[in-house]
């Protein structure tokens, strides 16, 4: 059919005013590029889709352009940035599979069905590449403690991430769990899928072929989640309970059959190509589809499996119902993939074909209601260099001005019991963390380890961003996050690969905050180039405020690592009563944005440490050598609260304590003991290679001390007040789940 | 020893228990379908593993009790035969009347993940034969609704009958409410019927077989099923 033709056929009913375009997110220069594009108006099936495809969440129309920078490329990277998820090779004919993504908005509004929503998205999105999910992590960053709504919050998406991953059967092994009253109106669930192919078959979205098949598969279509990519893209306000009815709610069976039911007919070679349907549903994966593959896409509505009757082409185009998926399929295959989908008692239905003229068409009962070029529906997407100012940096603050208030011992102990270092043991143990019968290191230390199929091989993941560093200096923020991942791969003894990328902050339209975007987009650059660990996948979150309130710049880092022996991972707890404990890095004495100078001095202050990138490198590649060699016994990163949180950890892992000598003459002993400065490991090593070790970090230019002997019952810092073990594993364990059953505050 | 473990929509720790299988006995089960209607002949050992099985939206294993397989579990287990069920698979042996009792929500009200103690009660059963009475063995749980209860004769029946092999307790034996970890009667983790022959368990002994993950505890299960069926399994 012509474009003429169509034209004939296309209903301008109802008539688009500019409040029906304000309606659909679209500013008046953007519907203008619309009636340019196209030559007349729209529509409503149309700027509908417009609106689905042009929104924040799905162009990256402001981010677009800052992300181009990032290093996206190594030997080892099957896939980057542009599919479901990023693909690497990890040796043996396998890939990992693997992606990040925020649901924040609907979190906030409908915490355990907006968290079970993007645990099932991400998921989707590793397995609609061919993989089997191994793992799942998060990052959720909720508002103060004392805010009325952040129990609630915690308790909902908790519970809804277990609820999803527990069913759906993957464990979930790692995350991170913090608190600030920044995050007060717009809490973040950041969602990690990871998963396991064979290099030889993974899947894409690109279509081939004229004449072929769209198949619907999965759940039915229902009016759940209409414009909740829309929603994702704008600001909160007082009436953000109202969008309560933009929230999807997740069905972890529906997709449980669907992995399965789509990993079946992937071994049966049925697939030429296939999308899940995540955010702007069957528009944004047709239009995928057909764009990478160079065709046009037909379908016809009313063949689409929907739960209600009368829905419709506009509800349908526009529907967030999950557990959906679009596949293109060998036509000689068909009748065996329909079999296969039938087995797992899912929907399956022809709704359209493939063509050649490059057209998005779509008819419902015969009624043209789009009629769009499908390549210009992506490619022509607004893209704003939106301006910014540089965030201006913060004064050092020397430790020797910094007033105390605590003895050393007594600041550790009050540390170790506050909402961000204490143990978040209440908050993994909702999730099924060792099914799969593959988790070789559970939540709780450095990275996560999961072995991989029968092994050798293992993988290391973890999720790392300190959204203080990132506000107060947004490019050493940036490399923060992406050192810290780097450290914590390291300090397990795996090697680092890639990465994913969560980038949460607030409104762009705001210099300060687009500032904040560019300068953290910029340090993560910095760091992947000098660290060798490329951005494969990633998700943008913008317009996280609330009444004006954005959230702290918060680019979540998703890393993988992989060990060629997975036995030989290393974890942090002490092991054995004499073993020499040995700082490696500088010696310490930050204390500006440090846990320490906010949480025990009330100052939230200052400059960032600075990450010293060709460090973190070599400090990290020793510490791995360490492990691999079977020289160290134990192994922990540095980072939020310094030395002295590290070696409490430590302890308590281990139960046992540890004797450590003063603060060297001349530092400030708060300074030495709780500084955050960066590219920072402790490692035990037994008495009879403390020699070696110190030898081979003196060969490899690695600063490294003795500062310590483990031993004991007691943490017990020569000239203070020793704390007992028990004493700081029941603070470690007390605040968290005392918070939720409201009895301490 | 011939295993079969049962896959129902939703089942999803399968994939763990049939490597266990093979891991310990040598052989690999076969995988049977819940619309299926025949077991493969000869089986020895049904298991019906953990996981959500049609999503438990209805009461935990109350659909897949009524699946076409579980007529022939049904006939295997009165010919004799041994039926063990592990988490969700325990829920539907409940739901399916093959064990009395049934599976409540947690006490806290919260899926729990983490290891547990577990007090091995006797060991002159199939599936306990592995252990020494007394022994005390560390396993994961992984559940939402593991609160065993019965009414007061059945549990009264069960205990005098001396059907409970498995009970939540301290690493050194000992019984109480602090590692009751779902709150279940007289902390109930593990019952057999009255025949000895069909076993249910919360507890997932099939994720604690190697040393490097976790522990080796649960092993001496699988150990106790391949020793009851003797070399020529």
């Known amino acids: 059919m012509s474009v003429a033709e169509s034209d004939k056929t296309l209903r301008n009913e109802p008539k688009i005013t500019p409040e029906l375009v304000a309606e659909h997110g679209l500013k008046p220069d953007e519907y203008q590029r619309i009636l340019d594009l196209i030559g007349r108006e729209p529509t409503l099936t149309e700027l509908g889709i417009f609106s689905a495809m042009w929104n924040e969440h799905c162009s990256y129309k402001s981010s677009k352009v800052h992300l181009r920078g990032l290093p996206t490329e190594a030997p080892w990277v099957i896939q980057g940035p542009g599919e479901n998820a990023g693909v690497i090779d990890i040796g043996d004919g396998l890939a990992v599979v693997f992606k990040m993504e925020s649901h924040n908005h609907p979190s906030y509004i409908e915490p355990y069905q907006g968290a079970t929503t993007g645990v099932g998205g991400i998921l989707r999105d590793v397995f609609t590449m061919g993989a089997r999910p191994i793992a799942c992590l998060n990052a959720i960053s909720f508002g103060d403690p004392k805010h009325p709504k952040t129990r609630h919050l915690v308790s909902g998406v908790v519970a809804g991430i277990g609820g999803y991953g527990n069913s759906f059967g993957v464990p979930t092994v790692g995350g991170q769990t913090r608190f600030h009253t920044r995050y007060n109106g717009n809490n973040l669930v950041n969602a990690m899928a990871v998963g396991l192919a064979r290099t030889d078959s993974i899947f894409y979205a690109a279509a081939s072929g004229v004449g072929m098949p769209i198949v619907y598969l999965g759940s039915k279509t229902g009016r759940d989640g209409i414009h909740g990519a829309s929603m994702a893209s704008a600001e909160f306000g007082e009436d953000s309970d109202e969008k309560r009815p933009t929230v999807q709610v997740g069905d972890p069976f529906a997709e449980k059959l669907l992995l399965e039911a789509c990993l079946e007919i992937m071994q049966k070679d049925c697939v030429i190509a296939i999308q899940d349907m995540g955010a702007a549903g069957l528009t944004c994966s047709a239009v995928e589809m057909g764009a990478k593959g160079d065709l046009g896409v037909t379908l016809d509505l009313e063949k689409v499996p929907t739960r209600e009757a009368g829905m419709s082409g506009y509800e349908m185009m526009l529907s967030e119902s999950q557990e959906r998926m679009l596949m293109v399929l060998k036509p000689e295959k068909e009748k065996e993939a329909e079999d296969i989908f039938r087995k797992w008692g899912l929907d399956f239905a022809i709704v359209g074909e493939t063509t050649p003229t490059k057209r998005f068409l779509i008819r419902h009962n015969g009624e043209m209601l789009a009629d769009l070029p499908i390549k210009e529906l992506g490619d022509e997407a607004p893209v704003y260099n939106r301006p910014f100012v540089e965030t201006p940096k913060q004064p050092v603050i020397d430790a020797k001005d910094v007033k105390h208030p605590l003895p050393v011992a007594d600041a550790l102990l009050k540390l170790i019991g506050t909402p961000d270092l204490c143990s978040k043991r209440w908050v993994w143990e909702q999730y099924d963390h060792i099914i799969g019968g593959n988790t070789v290191q559970r939540p709780g230390g450095d990275a996560a380890v999961v072995r991989v199929e029968e092994g050798p091989k293992g993988l290391a993941m973890t999720t790392d961003v300190t959204p203080r560093y990132c506000e107060a200096d947004p490019f050493e923020g940036g490399k923060q996050a992406v050192a810290e991942a780097y450290r914590n791969i390291c300090a397990v003894g795996g090697l680092p690969l890639a990465i994913t990328d969560n980038l949460n902050f607030g409104n762009p339209e705001r210099p300060e905050i687009m500032g904040q975007f560019v300068g953290c987009v910029r340090g993560i650059g910095a760091a992947c180039k000098a660290l060798d660990f490329p951005v494969v996948s990633g998700n943008v979150s913008l317009y996280n405020e609330t009444n004006g309130r954005a959230i702290l710049p918060t680019p979540t880092i998703g890393g993988v690592g992989v060990l060629d022996d997975f036995t030989k991972s290393m974890s942090l707890g002490f092991k054995n009563d004499g073993d020499a404990i040995l700082l490696i890095g500088e010696k310490p004495s930050w204390l500006g944005q440090s846990i320490y100078l906010r949480d025990v001095c009330g100052r939230e202050e200052g400059a960032p440490p600075p990450v010293e990138l060709e460090l973190e490198k070599r400090h990290g590649e020793f510490v791995r050598k360490l492990i691999l060699d079977g020289q160290v016994t134990a192994a922990h990163d540095l980072s939020d609260g310094g030395l002295a949180v590290a070696i409490a950890e430590m302890a308590m892992a281990g139960s046992r304590g540890a004797t450590l000598d003063a603060a060297p003459a001349g530092a400030d002993a708060h300074g030495y003991w709780f500084g955050e400065d960066q590219a920072r490991y402790v490692v035990t090593v037994k008495p009879e290679q403390v020699k070696a070790v110190v030898e081979a970090a003196q060969v490899a230019g690695v600063a490294i001390a003795q500062i310590g002997t483990v031993g004991g019952d007691t943490v017990a810092i020569a000239g203070e007040k020793p704390l007992a073990v028990s004493d700081l594993s029941q603070r470690f364990e007390a605040w968290l789940p005392e918070y939720m059953a409201g009895t301490n505050s | ?233």
Request: aromatic share 6%; glycine share 12%; with cysteine.
């Open chain 2, 1 to 233: 020893m011939k295993s079969a473990v049962l896959v129902f929509p939703g089942i999803n720790r399968e994939r763990d228990m049939a490597r266990t299988l093979k891991l310990v006995s040598g052989v690999e089960p076969a995988m049977v379908w819940h619309a299926d209607t025949e077991l493969p002949a000869g089986t020895d050992l049904v298991v019906v593993p953990g996981g959500f099985s049609y999503g438990d939206y209805l009461r935990c294993g109350a659909i897949a009790a009524r699946a076409p397989i579980m007529d022939a579990v049904r006939a295997h287990a009165a010919k004799g035969g041994l039926v063990l069920g592990v988490c969700n698979g325990f829920q539907i042996l409940c739901e399916s009347g093959l064990l009395p009792g049934v599976l409540m929500r947690n006490s806290k009200l919260k899926f729990i993940c983490h290891d547990v103690h577990l007090r091995v009660e006797r060991s002159d059963t199939p599936f306990t034969r592995g252990y020494n009475a007394g022994q005390v063995i560390r396993v994961p749980v992984a559940h939402g609704e593991g609160n065993y209860v019965a009414d007061d004769e059945t549990i009264k029946a069960i205990e005098s009958e001396g059907r409970v092999i498995f009970r939540y307790c301290a690493a050194d034996g000992t019984l109480g409410d602090p590692y009751n970890v779902n709150g279940a009667i007289n902390a109930i983790a593990g019952i057999v019927n009255e025949g000895g022959n069909v076993a249910g368990m919360m507890p997932h002994p099939e994720n604690h077989v190697e040393s490097i993950i976790g522990s080796t505890d649960g092993r001496g299960l699988f150990a106790g099923l391949v020793a009851q069926f003797g070399k020529a399994a």
